[in-house]
């Protein structure tokens, strides 16, 4: 399952209907700006995602994962009724 970097899509249980909660595997390349103080202290001041991936999505509530996980376009998720739960 790819995903273009930033994009923010909603996913959708087709076993049980959930909406809300999933756990989400992704991998990422990332170029960051660390600045350390003379303490040693990092502090990470500005993150550019150059590639992510969703590696594997399982639904929270039932465990399912693979194709029963429908990822749903923004248009879709922005009109959809709320979920009740």
């Given at each position: 399952?790819?995903?273009?970097?930033?994009?923010?899509?909603?996913?959708?249980?087709?076993?049980?209907?959930?909406?809300?909660?999933?756990?989400?595997?992704?991998?990422?390349?990332?170029?960051?700006?660390?600045?350390?103080?003379?303490?040693?202290?990092?502090?990470?001041?500005?993150?550019?995602?150059?590639?992510?991936h969703v590696d594997a999505v399982e639904c929270r509530w039932c465990k399912a994962s693979g194709d029963a996980i429908e990822l749903r376009s923004p248009?879709?998720?922005?009109?959809?009724?709320?979920?009740?739960?």
């Amino acid at each position: 399952m790819a995903e273009e970097a930033g994009a923010a899509r909603q996913f959708r249980c087709s076993a049980c209907g959930n909406l809300t909660r999933f756990d989400v595997t992704v991998s990422r390349r990332v170029k960051e700006f660390r600045h350390f103080s003379v303490g040693g202290d990092l502090t990470v001041e500005s993150v550019e995602v150059l590639e992510e991936h969703v590696d594997a999505v399982e639904c929270r509530w039932c465990k399912a994962s693979g194709d029963a996980i429908e990822l749903r376009s923004p248009a879709v998720a922005e009109n959809a009724e709320p979920a009740e739960g």
